[in-house]
């Protein structure tokens, strides 16, 4: 039986995938501020937390973790599926000058790695007092009366 070419099938199929949302990031992330901290949470399941290398190099914050295939023998194993990403994954974050960059903290825990980078103390918002004494201005309303 001959088969029908259907171009309008073939350009609906061709704008679809044009036009489908981009495949989401492998290490979706929040960030947020939270008192004079800011909080990076990376989504990092199935990765092996010795693979997880974080630098931070002229402003630049770099996380690098790997995710391995843990299915063995790829040879015997036919795919009806596979959607999750495996590989070396990378993010960068650029740092601000308001950051203290020597006291970021990292922890991972249940596929979740968080990191803490705390407001530099410079950065930090303060208060001024304003001091205020009568002593100084009478005196200069005194010598000003006198001549």
Do not use: C
Request: glycine letters at 6%; proline letters at 7%.
């Amino acid at each position: 039986m001959p088969t029908r070419y259907d171009p309008f099938h073939e350009v609906d199929r061709w704008l679809t995938n044009a036009m489908r949302a981009p495949a989401p990031t492998a290490m979706p992330m929040d960030l947020y501020r939270q008192g004079d901290v800011f909080l990076a949470r990376i989504d990092m399941p199935g990765v092996d937390p010795s693979t997880v290398d974080i630098d931070v190099e002229d402003r630049t914050l770099t996380i690098r973790a790997e995710r391995t295939n843990d299915v063995g023998g790829d040879a015997a194993v036919q795919w009806l599926s596979r959607e999750r990403p495996t590989g070396t994954f990378a993010r960068q974050l650029t740092l601000g000058y308001g950051v203290s960059m020597d006291k970021i903290a990292a922890d991972y825990r249940d596929g979740v790695l968080t990191l803490t980078i705390p407001v530099a103390e410079e950065a930090k918002p303060r208060k001024v007092t304003v001091s205020h004494s009568a002593a100084p201005s009478s005196a200069v309303l005194s010598t000003a009366s006198e001549g």
